[in-house]
Nanobody, 123 residues
Framework: VQLQASGGGLVQAGGSLRLSCATS????????MGWIRQAPGKEREFVAA????????YYADSAKGRFTISRDNAKNTVYLQMNSLTPEDTAVYYC?????????????????WGQGTLVTVSS
């Protein structure tokens, strides 16, 4: 089982980043996927989720209108396009597999996690 997140880095406020999460060994196309972040000193926070087919997505209020989650089942990869970034988006971003096929909005609904990729937004 492997979830490898990448694409993080340092960006100025207002900028964009695209995170990718390449997976193997998790029967990717059968499960919903999500992105969860953890800012320094804070608990993990749900960001976005996508159903097994990509037909349904769900976003935290903080991400709505700025972030877009997508997936490519042929590549076993999930993405998070982040636009209009602010310093409040600074965090380690984790991709995770949900326990089922429908979108999951609680951190406890995810069972396999990647190692995370750091996003730092400067003001």
């Amino acid at each position: 089982v492997q979830l490898q997140a990448s694409g993080g880095g340092l960006v100025q406020a207002g900028g964009s980043l695209r995170l990718s999460c390449a997976t193997s060994g998790i029967t990717f196309s059968r499960y919903a996927m999500g992105w969860i972040r953890q800012a320094p000193g804070k608990e993990r926070e749900f960001v976005a989720a996508i159903s097994w087919s990509g037909g349904s997505t769900y976003y935290a209020d903080s991400a709505k209108g700025r972030f877009t989650i997508s997936r490519d089942n042929a590549k076993n990869t999930v993405y998070l396009q982040m636009n209009s970034l602010t310093p409040e988006d600074t965090a380690v971003y984790y991709c995770a597999r949900a326990k089922g096929s429908v979108v999951a909005t609680y951190v406890t609904q995810y069972d396999y996690w990647g190692q995370g990729t750091l996003v730092t937004v400067s003001s």
